[in-house]
């Protein structure tokens, strides 16, 4: 499997690195695409951001024509920004033409959005993208686990992730699952 992981400048590093280490756990070729924005937020929560394969401007990259076979776009954590621009057909960086290229090829699309209230605006523009074909996964773990820690609760929305890609995982702890 080929997955192209764009990382946005949402509050949420710690999803995306557990996604990465997931992902590669399980042996899926996952190339990143890593946003100005999302360097600004790794510095502030203190995360490291994982390996960037594609520089956000790079238009040249493989993932940016539908011509390339890929498998699936997972954006963790996904920013409104991002998700407006993804809704509204506004390919202006790679992460955005990519995630265009999986809408209009019926690849999955797979948005890790993390932001809270949401406005109308953003509810619209997820009814959008879902609409289209994309997959809308607010970054809310559950509980009934029993997390102890923040890798509990960024493993089970990489677990969840990794369900939608269809993609065999024990990361959390799934509803009435014996221990």
């Given at each position: 499997m080929r997955v192209l992981l764009a990382v946005t400048g949402a509050s949420g590093m710690l999803y995306a690195r557990r996604?990465?280490?997931?992902?590669?756990?399980?042996k899926v070729d996952v190339k990143t695409v890593v946003s100005s924005g999302a360097a600004a937020v790794a510095k502030a929560e203190g995360e490291q951001l994982p390996r960037t394969d594609y520089d956000e401007n790079d238009f040249s990259s493989p993932f940016a024509s539908g011509s390339h076979k890929f498998?699936?776009?997972?954006?963790?954590?996904?920013?409104?920004?991002?998700?407006?621009?993804?809704?509204n057909g506004v390919g202006n960086t790679l992460i955005t033409r990519g995630a265009e290229v999986a809408l209009k090829e019926r690849r999955k699309l797979i948005l890790v959005v993390r932001e809270t209230p949401l406005s109308l605006i953003a509810i619209k523009n997820m009814e959008l993208v879902a609409l289209a074909g994309g997959v809308i996964m607010p970054a809310a773990p559950g509980f009934y686990g029993k997390p102890r820690t923040l890798d509990d609760l960024a493993d089970f929305m990489a677990g969840k992730v990794l369900d939608q890609l269809g993609i065999e995982n024990h990361l959390f702890k799934r509803w009435k699952e014996k221990e």
């Open positions: 996604l990465v280490k997931a992902l590669k756990n399980a498998d699936a776009m997972v954006v963790c954590p996904c920013s409104l920004k991002t998700l407006g621009e993804i809704a």
